[in-house]
């Protein structure tokens, strides 16, 4: 469900995103954090493109990993 998000008094938007259950020792749970920043740089470059400007940008893939999705229409063949 989507919710709009509050007005802020300095006409900025704020963005929180948090994600959790990294498992394995310290050295692998930093490691497997910053692994998933990337996508998420990549979505809110999209989404802050799509409201400022109204571009649509194809920054992301339509499908996903062919391991959950059986999709291979995105791969590289």
Known sequence: ?????????DSTT???I????FRG???EVVAQALDSTG????VLAGLKALL???????SAPRCG???MTGCTR????
């Open 74 to 77: 995105c791969m590289a063949q």
């Open 1 to 9: 469900m989507l919710r709009p998000l509050a007005a802020r008094v």
């Open 52 to 58: 400022e400007h109204q571009l649509a940008l194809t």
């Open 25 to 27: 020792s310290p050295d």
């Open 18 to 21: 948090s994600e959790r259950g």
């Open 14 to 16: 704020l963005v929180s």
């Open 65 to 67: 990993p062919p391991a």
């Open 39 to 42: 996508g998420f740089t990549i």
